[in-house]
Nanobody, 123 residues
Framework: QVHVVESGGGLVQAGDSLRLSCVAS????????MAWFRQAPGKEREFVAA???????YYADSVKGRFLISRNNAERAVYLQMNRLKADDTAVYYC?????????????????WGQGTQVTVSS
């Protein structure tokens, strides 16, 4: 059984940085794609960033240039470095993992999800 656990959320001020971590355990070998999504109150869950085992990372336009996604395949981990945070970045951030083909920005691509970690940015 696969377990996905996020950590690193918290309360920060606008302009600050924060680093989220995620570890996915319970499966032999790594995952083809790992990603971050987020969900703000009253809004749908939206794509933030993704990284496959190969190729370039993918970012939502709203975070491009501010956020950086990285992976450690040996540890089945993915990280999200968030810089120049804004109040609009306030949300619960979810880590997701998958071995299926599909669009990296599509929630339906992902089979495994964490419980989420709260990020609150005060203005």
């Amino acid at each position: 059984q696969v377990h996905v656990v996020e950590s690193g959320g918290g309360l920060v001020q606008a302009g600050d940085s924060l680093r989220l971590s995620c570890v996915a355990s319970g499966q032999t070998g790594g995952f083809d794609v790992m990603a971050w999504f987020r969900q703000a109150p009253g809004k749908e869950r939206e794509f933030v960033a993704a990284r496959r085992n190969w190729g370039s990372p993918y970012y939502a336009d709203s975070v491009k240039g501010r956020f950086l996604i990285s992976r450690n395949n040996a540890e089945r981990a993915v990280y999200l470095q968030m810089n120049r945070l804004k109040a609009d970045d306030t949300a619960v951030y979810y880590c997701a993992a998958s071995n299926r083909d599909g669009y990296t920005y599509d929630r339906r691509t992902y089979d495994y999800w964490g419980q989420g970690t709260q990020v609150t940015v005060s203005s």
